[in-house]
T-cell receptor, first 114, second 113 residues
């Protein structure tokens, strides 16, 4: 069985500050990991994915994440927060690597303070 | 290239009724998955269809069912609706192969009264 834990249901940062959203996973097999963003009343948009290639993954909108097997972590970062980054962020793990059976974390609501 | 289309966007149903939700995947995608999103339980996987066959299933009661047509469009049905079925239902499509990504629709907001 696999699971995802996102630390912090709400994270608040100032505009221009570093964004760090934490994700730890549990999987009995090598995982495929994803970060998705959800804006109000919208579906999920893929930010980035780890599929066993490079451990540092770059995504859209300046986000990146680093896969650390020893820490079973896949934290999401962005050097400088922008007001438009305010949204709900979900970390997800998949055994199959695609849309089949994604297990999501509870989500982290990112608040950007002016 | 058109994205994943879910219809309708909003639905209000009464307890005990049944409902059918529709999802049209991205052209060329053969895998369609369904997820339920609620404030309490978060995002939960319902089931996945690939080439008209259910390939994977989450932990939901039999009242939740789905199917996929030859053109990859999918429908999800919930029978004997309960208040707790009120949720955002999201559909995702992908090529269905490992290391491919899922593209989500905007969802159908179901309210059961």
């Amino acid at each position: 069985a696999q699971s995802v834990t996102q630390l912090g249901s709400h994270v608040s940062v100032s505009e221009g500050a570093l964004v760090l959203l934490r994700c730890n996973y549990s999987s009995s097999v090598p995982p495929y990991l994803f970060w998705y963003v959800q804006y109000p009343n919208q579906g999920l948009q893929l930010l980035l994915k780890y599929t066993s290639a490079a451990t540092l993954v770059k995504g859209i909108n300046g986000f990146e994440a680093e896969f650390k097997k020893s820490e079973t972590s896949f934290h999401l970062t962005k050097p400088s927060a922008h007001m438009s980054d305010a949204a709900e962020y979900f970390c997800a793990v998949s055994v199959g690597g695609g849309a089949d059976g994604l297990t999501f974390g509870k989500g982290t609501h990112l608040i950007i303070q002016p | 290239k058109a994205g994943v289309t879910q219809t309708p966007r909003y639905l209000i149903k009464t307890r005990g009724q049944q409902v059918t939700l529709s999802c049209s995947p991205i052209s060329g995608h053969r895998s369609v998955s369904w997820y339920q999103q609620t404030p309490g339980q978060g995002l939960q996987f319902l089931f996945e269809y690939f080439s008209e066959t259910q390939r994977n299933k989450g932990n939901f009661p039999g009242r939740f069912s789905g199917r996929q047509f030859s053109n990859s469009r999918s429908e999800m049905n919930v029978s004997t609706l309960e208040l707790g079925d009120s949720a955002l239902y999201l559909c995702a499509s992908s090529l269905g192969a490992p290391r491919t990504e899922a593209f989500f629709g905007q969802g159908t907001r179901l309210t059961v009264v």
